[in-house]
């Protein structure tokens, strides 16, 4: 069985930003990779999980 797609409400909570800035993101290519759904856009929580990987940053020694 497929793990529950995040939404962009689901999305924007989890990340703590506006839904705007969501949609902004995914308007320049920088968010997670996204799924669509008919007309809607979901999230895979694995692909979000590597996007945040991908974009975290290490403090400077």
């Known amino acids: 069985m497929a793990e529950r797609l995040l939404t962009v409400t689901d999305l924007a909570e989890l990340l703590s930003v506006s ?3 969501v949609y902004w993101l995914n308007k320049r ?12 856009v979901r999230y895979r929580p694995a692909d979000v999980e590597a996007w945040l990987k991908k974009n975290t940053v290490e403090p400077a020694a």
């Open 29 to 40: 290519g920088k968010g997670p990779k996204r799924v669509r759904v008919g007309r809607e």
């Open 19 to 21: 839904k705007d800035t």
